[in-house]
């Protein structure tokens, strides 16, 4: 049965097709019969084409095929990850920052991401109960110049934008309720990658091995039952 209406489809794009070449080839762009040709040729392939798309997508075993060709893992699907910003700088995290009982960040400098996100930190550490931990490159550590070299800064710059950082979280902290609990960390070692940690929630943006700043892609991860993602961070430090 699935294969007469894959045949019956089919047969309704072709004839569209064939339909859109008689016209071109045969009919005056002037007469009536141009337009009307035109119209009905479209109708049928639309007609056969999401016809056709509606059976492979509701056929479990056409979809999974689709998935191989597009070679789409269902370990994608396992992993948890929902979702993908080309740009990290796209991605929201007011949500998440408000919202989350335990927070754990890793970054660079993250200067831009707490200066953008100081509203919600405000909230969020004025909630008891909640706990957020900062790390950051210590400036004083052996990986900094090298940081200020990959990024095209100088040392003396990277190290105040650092120390920028820590100093912004403890004003937001003053301009807050100061009930959450607030603890900030330099790296010995140095992250390949951004990464914030929830409850819930996992997001990771990867660096760029190249000199200069560039655009960085962003991933989320979600929590799925019986696989849980959250675990300690003292093991990446």
């Not at 990850?81 to 007011?94: Q, V």
């Not at 100081?118 to 900062?134: D, N, Q, V």
Request: aromatic fraction near 12%; proline fraction near 3%.
């Amino acid at each position: 049965m699935k294969i007469r209406y894959y045949v019956i489809f089919s047969i309704l794009c072709l004839m569209g097709i064939i339909l859109l070449y008689v016209r071109a080839a045969n009919i005056d762009k002037a007469s009536l019969w141009y337009t009307m040709i035109g119209d009905l040729a479209s109708a049928l392939l639309i007609c056969g084409a999401v016809s056709l798309l509606q059976e492979i997508f509701t056929n479990d075993e056409s979809y999974r095929k689709i998935m191989n060709l597009f070679k789409v893992s269902e370990a994608v699907k396992d992993s948890g990850l929902t979702d993908i910003k080309t740009d990290s700088n796209d991605y929201n995290f007011k949500d998440l920052i408000r919202n989350s009982e335990n927070f754990y960040t890793i970054m660079n400098d993250g200067l831009r991401w707490v200066e953008t996100n100081s509203p919600a930190l405000i909230e969020r550490f004025s909630h008891k109960g909640y706990s957020t931990e900062f790390y950051f490159v210590d400036p004083e550590g052996t990986f900094a110049p090298a940081l200020a070299t990959k990024t095209a800064r100088e040392l003396q710059s990277l190290k105040e934008k650092i120390n920028q950082s820590v100093q912004t979280i403890k004003d937001t902290y003053e301009r807050s309720k100061k009930h959450g609990v607030v603890k900030i960390y330099y790296l010995k070692n140095y992250p390949t990658q951004s990464l914030f940690y929830t409850d819930s929630t996992v997001i990771v943006t990867t660096y760029q091995t190249s000199c200069g700043r560039n655009i960085v892609p962003l991933y989320e991860y979600r929590y799925s039952k019986g696989k849980p993602i959250l675990r300690s961070i003292s093991t990446m430090i």
